[in-house]
């Protein structure tokens, strides 16, 4: 059973550093490209940029270029999403998720995790 | 970066009724079209890819039509569990979502 499984609800301040995590089971995890998606509250569904954790090929939405980092260790099946300094306006869920094959999914999104809460208050 | 437009923001409608959802692409994407439904608390699930192929375990009565800009969503008769929002993406130029469709009772 494929499964993408994320790391815990996180609650930060202004200026601190994080970083969460996507595991996958179940599949080949360097296969398939893993995207991350951010939703903030009450509100609808942004992409951020997907990655290949087979060789780190990664490409970010103009909108987070430069914001985060995602980045993969394949040795562990397991995908990240790092800040180096959060605000306010990066409280959100974020949810990754795997790219389809081509064959069997189109370039879709066909799994995702459960989803990470990430706050951040002073 | 492709603009996509869902139409409306939310629907009214009865169960056993048919729902009708639109999405309008800023540019052409081809067919490479997904549909995806979030309930609340609930990470998103595919419903639809490649415009109109249902993704594993989805109902018949999901369907999805469209080309070029111009892309349906269609319920045929609503059941109680498909109360939730509706999201589209283009994966044609990378990823960009739609702002999404609530259906609700």
């Known amino acids: 059973e494929v499964q993408l499984v994320q790391s815990g609800a996180e609650v930060k301040k202004p200026g601190e550093s994080l970083k969460i995590s996507c595991k996958g089971s179940?599949?080949?995890?360097?296969?398939?490209?893993i995207a991350w998606v951010r939703q903030m509250p009450g509100k609808g569904l942004e992409w951020m940029g997907i990655?290949?954790?087979?060789?780190?090929?990664?490409k970010y939405s103009p909108s987070f270029q430069g914001q985060v980092t995602i980045s993969a260790d394949p040795s562990i099946s397991t995908a990240f999403l790092q800040w180096s300094s959060l605000e306010a306006s990066d409280t959100a869920i974020y949810f990754c998720?795997?790219?389809?094959?081509?064959?069997?999914?189109?370039?879709?999104?066909?799994?995702w995790g459960q989803g990470t809460l990430v706050t951040v208050s002073s | 970066e492709i603009v996509m437009t869902q139409s409306p923001a939310s629907l009214s409608v009865s169960p056993g009724e048919r729902a009708t959802l639109s999405c309008r692409a800023s540019?052409?994407?081809?067919?490479?079209l997904a549909w995806y439904q979030q309930k609340p608390g609930q990470a998103p699930r595919l419903l639809i890819y490649?415009?109109?192929t249902r993704a594993t375990g989805i109902p018949a009565r999901f369907s999805g039509s469209g080309s070029g800009t111009e892309f349906t969503l269609t319920i045929s008769s609503l059941q109680s569990e498909d109360f939730a929002v509706y999201y589209c993406?283009?994966?044609?130029?990378?990823?960009?979502f739609g702002q999404g469709t609530k259906l609700e009772i």
């Open positions: 993406q283009q994966y044609n130029n990378w990823y960009t």
């Open positions: 998720a795997r790219r389809a094959s081509l064959a069997a999914g189109g370039r879709a999104f066909d799994y």
């Open positions: 490649g415009t109109s």
């Open positions: 179940g599949y080949s995890f360097t296969s398939y490209w």
């Open positions: 540019q052409r994407v081809g067919s490479n």
């Open positions: 990655s290949q954790p087979g060789d780190s090929d990664t």
